[in-house]
């Protein structure tokens, strides 16, 4: 399994891109922005993209949706309230940074303790942890001890509160509740920053203490 981090956009949005144990499939989380610079790394790793997942509805993260889905063919995944937000220009935070994204549908709504599988060890439990929006979803691999947690989880952070529909106490027990019981080990690749360990955010994350 290869994850290839993609860092765009203004406020420098980690796009992952994760490729299958044998190296032909691959998906794609978040595609934030700057549709070439995830093109070029999509056409070097020679890859046939199956799908796009989406972690929130921020505009931040969702600019290239429907760009890359038009052009690889492929069905967009995430919960349906994310998707409602993806749709709406000030409830994905996008006219507060003076920009309009407007992302047309999702293909695919997501149910917490769902599973995708998209072959080849490309296996995700979804995880639905509310609180830095109304139903953020964070993907899970178990076969290979990582999880895509957007804005929910971040290194020595969570995702913020100061929006509508959120809620600081709200993320920080589902966070508890929901993450923080995956193996100690696990790699936790946020929607910034760098990556981190679900260990070390149990210990030392003051967000979480």
Known sequence: MVI???VTGPLQTNTYLVI???GKDAILIDPAADSDIIMEEINESDVN???ILITHGHFDHIGEVDFIKEHFNVPVYTHKDEATMMANEKEN???LFCEQVIIGHADHFIDDGET???GGGLEFNCIVVPG???KSVCFYNGAYDFVATGDTLMAGAIGRT????TSAKVL???IKEKLLILPGNTVVYPGHGYKTKIKVEKQTNPFLQ
């Open 162 to 165: 100061d929006f509508n529909n």
């Open 172 to 174: 920080g027990n589902n």
């Open 132 to 134: 830095h929006t109304s």
């Open 4 to 6: 290839k981090t993609i």
């Open 93 to 95: 935070l996008s006219l």
């Open 116 to 118: 995708l599988d998209f």
């Open 20 to 22: 299958n144990e044998g």
């Open 49 to 51: 993209l199956k799908a």
